[in-house]
C-alpha cells in the first residue's frame, strides 16, 4: 500500500519559476523523502528530513514538514528544464522499517 | 564504487517462463531493498535484507517470487512462472542501516510477459 500522497499529481511551470509540491501521510514517521525521477531511470535521493525537523534547504530545494498535519512539501526555486521529471514523497517508519512511496507528481518545466 | 548495478536492463519472456535479476549494492551497504512499479504509479516495496538475512517481505510477493542475498553482497531476484501481470520495472535500491540514510538506487530492470 502507497502511504504518502502527493498533490497535484502533474504540475506544469514556465522555467525561472518556484514549483512547489505537497505530500500527505497517514501513520507517524521517522523521517520523510524526496526522490526525483528521470523517465524510465531509477530514483535519485533529494534529501531527508527527520520528523523532529521542520525545514531543511539543499541548493535550490527546500523541504518542509508538518507532523501535526502529517503533510510535507517540496519547493524547488527557480526551476531549469533539466528540472522536469517525476516527484516522489517517501515515508520510514524507523529503524526497521522500509520506504512507502506516493504516487508521485510529474513536473514539466517549459523552456 | 559505481552506485547500484542491476542487469540484465530489458528483459522479453514468454508467459510461463521463469526470469532471474540480479543486483549489485553499493559495497558498504548493508540493506537491500527490491520495488516493483508500473506505469503511474510509485515503487511498491516488495522486500529487503540487512546483509544476508531476509527481515521483510510484502503480500505482493507471491509464491512465484524468491529473493536471495548469499553472503550479503548482490542479491537475485527469481520470478517463476511467469504472468503478464508481472510486467513491470524491477528496482534495487541500497542503504546504510539504521536508515537515517537515502536509498541509492539502480536504473531498473523493465520486464516485459508476452
Known amino acids: 500500500s502507497q502511504q504518502g500522497e502527493e498533490d497535484p499529481q502533474a504540475l506544469s511551470i514556465q522555467e525561472g519559476e518556484n514549483a512547489t509540491m505537497n505530500c500527505s501521510y497517514k501513520?507517524?514517521?521517522?523521517?520523510l523523502q524526496w526522490y526525483r525521477q528521470n523517465s524510465g531511470r531509477g530514483l535519485v535521493h533529494l534529501i531527508l528530513?527527520?520528523?523532529?525537523?521542520r525545514e531543511k534547504h539543499s541548493g535550490r530545494l527546500r523541504v518542509t514538514l508538518d507532523t501535526s498535519k502529517k503533510s510535507s512539501s517540496l519547493l524547488i526555486t527557480a526551476s531549469r528544464a533539466a528540472d522536469t521529471a517525476s516527484y516522489f514523497c517517501?515515508?520510514?517508519?524507523?529503524?526497521?522499517?522500509?520506504?512507502?512511496f506516493g504516487k508521485g507528481i510529474t513536473l514539466s518545466v517549459r523552456p | 564504487d559505481t552506485g547500484v548495478s542491476q542487469n540484465p536492463r530489458h528483459k522479453i519472456t514468454k508467459r510461463g517462463q521463469n526470469v532471474t535479476f540480479r543486483c549489485d549494492p553499493i559495497?558498504?551497504?548493508?540493506?537491500l531493498y527490491w520495488y516493483r512499479q508500473t506505469l503511474g504509479q510509485g515503487p511498491e516495496f516488495l522486500t529487503y535484507f540487512q546483509n544476508e538475512a531476509q527481515l521483510e517481505k510484502s503480500r505482493l510477493l507471491s509464491d512465484r517470487f524468491s529473493a536471495e542475498r548469499p553472503k550479503g553482497s548482490f542479491s537475485t531476484l527469481e520470478i517463476q512462472r511467469t504472468e503478464q501481470g508481472d510486467s513491470a520495472m524491477y528496482l534495487c535500491?541500497?542503504?546504510?542501516?539504521?536508515?537515517?540514510?537515502?536509498?541509492?538506487f539502480g536504473s531498473g530492470t523493465r520486464l516485459t510477459v508476452v
Open positions: 517517501a515515508t520510514d517508519g524507523g529503524a526497521n522499517s522500509k520506504l512507502t
Open positions: 501513520t507517524s514517521i521517522n523521517n
Open positions: 559495497s558498504e551497504h548493508n540493506r
Open positions: 535500491a541500497s542503504s546504510l542501516a539504521p536508515p537515517d540514510y537515502g536509498y541509492t
Open positions: 528530513i527527520r520528523s523532529n525537523e
